[in-house]
């Protein structure tokens, strides 16, 4: 893999990463020299997720949901595996539901991983990441996030929740030199996209038709816009939530 980014010498995490769009984040920042630490609650995939990888990659069995179990997690990264630079927020559940159906224990369950996780996860790692004056923290948000989902009220609430939570960090962290992105994808060929459309190719079809570059993400091309605004080319830039949606949004 080509790339213009070198993160010699530095730890990133990224949350949920034992595949699909997590995997390709991780493999993207390894291919740029960075030292990366996968989490997932899937022990067997994040293991098998790091070897693939090599030796550059570290496998940890974490469940952000859990978020009195993180403290230690990122305590054990830093001292085993060495400063966290970077941070990526992917690890996240879809929930479809409308308003009108979604259960008290649905809602509450989405909250706590897509939100509560992200939140505890980055306020663990800026414990260590503050005295050091430096480091990236990424958001993988949605375009749901951004135009609104139909049926989806618990994934686009915490979706559009998290593009807050980046802007916030943002102006909090630009003194500690740390900067705070928000990416919002578009529709991406993963394993949870042909869960989501399970049965209903057709209405698949017609969405991918509505984007101005007719076709689906591929998990490599968000992965690019991770490393992108992690590395130093995007020094100046915080508190932004960048789609990288193929212009779907552009066209709504």
Known sequence: MTTTHNFEGRVFVVT????????????????????VVLTDIDEAAVENAAAELGEAAQPRVSNVEDTAALPKLVEDIERQIGPIFGL???????NKKAGWEIS??????????????SMAMTRECLRYMRPRK??????????AGLAG???????????????????????????????????????????????????????????????????????????????FLCSDDAAYVTGQAIAVDGGFAAGL
């Not at 990526?88 to 879809?94: L, R």
């Not at 430096?134 to 375009?143: F, K, W």
């Not at 994934?155 to 916030?168: C, Q, W």
Request: proline content about 5%; overall charge positive.
């Open 88 to 94: 990526v927020n992917n690890a996240g559940i879809f």
């Open 149 to 227: 989902l139909p049926t989806s009220i618990g994934y686009v609430t915490t979706k559009t929740a998290v593009i807050g939570m980046a802007r916030s960090l943002a102006t909090d962290l630009g003194p500690d030199n740390i900067r705070c992105n928000a990416i919002c994808p578009g529709v991406i060929d993963t394993e949870m996209t042909r869960k989501v459309f399970h049965g209903d190719p057709g209405r698949l079809a017609k969405l991918q038709s509505r984007i101005s570059l007719p076709r689906l993400a591929q998990p490599e091309e968000i992965a690019s816009m991770v490393a």
């Open 104 to 117: 008290d224990e649905e809602w509450e369950t989405i909250l706590r991983i897509n939100l509560s996780g």
């Open 134 to 143: 430096e480091g990236a923290i990424v958001m993988i948000s949605s375009l």
């Open 16 to 35: 949920g990463s034992a595949r699909g769009l997590g995997y390709a984040m991780a493999k993207r920042l390894v291919a740029s020299n960075a030292r």
